[in-house]
């Protein structure tokens, strides 16, 4: 996995927080655009973002479980 930085104005995050249903953090919410739009204009399929929500979805489990001082 790559981290990349990116940088928003306040008017360009005031849009990205207002799409809470593509996540919970800014991040997931900018991830979710960027892999929408790469599915829209078919760079990649279907299957490989089915795969990155399931490894998100499990990723932030653990975190949870870890914070939660369940290890």
Known sequence: MKLVNVTFDED????IRSLKGLGTE?????????IAY????NY??????????????????FKLA???GNF
């Not at 790469?38 to 204009?41: A, K, M, Q």
């Open 12 to 15: 360009q995050m005031k849009i």
């Open 26 to 34: 800014d991040a997931e919410i900018v991830r979710s655009i960027v």
């Open 38 to 41: 790469l599915s829209e204009h």
């Open 44 to 61: 990649i399929k279907q299957a490989s973002i089915d795969r990155d929500r399931s490894n998100e979805e499990s990723d932030r489990k």
């Open 66 to 68: 870890r914070a939660g």
